[in-house]
């Protein structure tokens, strides 16, 4: 996983799930690999597997929670198992934001607002934090506080991918800066 060979690692962590002395942190690791190789029928399957196994790690929580949402399925489920994240370690920013994103998904823009602030606030130099309070702040037609922030973006440490599409957004979404 840490050299980012998801699908070697994927072959490995099947056959240690057959083994029935295996630690906890397999299902984990397992998970992880099926999203990180898009392979959702199977994600989420794991997904539901990792909650059963280790049902009130907030790490587990916000990570199944996360998925859920970014992948735009089980909104409410994925706005649910973050809260309890949250109220778990509330001063972690990355699960703020998690919570930030969930209501963005569902349409609460004003209350995604309020958490993605915080997780800035909390984590300055993350790029897809930036990146998704910029998002908020565009859906709530703050255009120009939208554009500063991804283009302060551009700037954080965060994957060409993420950074090629943040300038997109910049290049599609042209506000005037009077």
């Known amino acids: 996983i840490r050299q980012k060979r998801y699908r070697e690692s994927l072959r490995i962590y ?9 630690s906890s942190e397999v299902y984990y690791y397992r998970a992880l690999a099926l999203v990180q190789t898009e392979q959702w029928n199977s994600a989420f399957k794991a997904l539901d597997q990792l ?8 790490e587990v929580l916000n990570f199944c929670g996360y998925t859920f949402v970014d992948q735009n ?16 370690d509330p001063e972690n920013g ?9 209501n963005y998904r569902v349409g609460n823009i004003d209350n995604a ?11 300055p130099n993350e790029i897809e934090i930036s990146d998704h309070l910029g998002d908020a702040y565009w859906a709530n037609d703050r255009k120009k506080e939208a554009f500063l922030l991804w283009k302060r973006s551009l700037v954080l440490e965060g994957s060409d991918s993420l950074k090629l599409k943040i300038k ?6 042209k506000v005037n800066h009077d």
Do not use: C, M, T
């Not at 099947?14 to 295996?22: C, M, Q």
């Not at 399925?73 to 778990?88: P, S």
């Not at 607002?113 to 984590?123: F, G, K, M, P």
């Open 14 to 22: 099947n056959k240690l799930i057959l083994d029935k002395k295996i």
């Open 51 to 58: 909650l059963l196994e280790i049902p009130n790690n907030p």
């Open 73 to 88: 399925v089980r909104l409410n489920e994925g706005l649910k198992l973050i809260e309890k994240a949250v109220e778990i």
């Open 94 to 102: 990355f699960y703020i934001d998690s919570l930030g994103w969930a």
């Open 113 to 123: 607002i309020l958490y993605l602030e915080r997780a800035v606030e909390l984590e």
């Open 168 to 173: 997109k957004k910049i290049l599609e979404n």
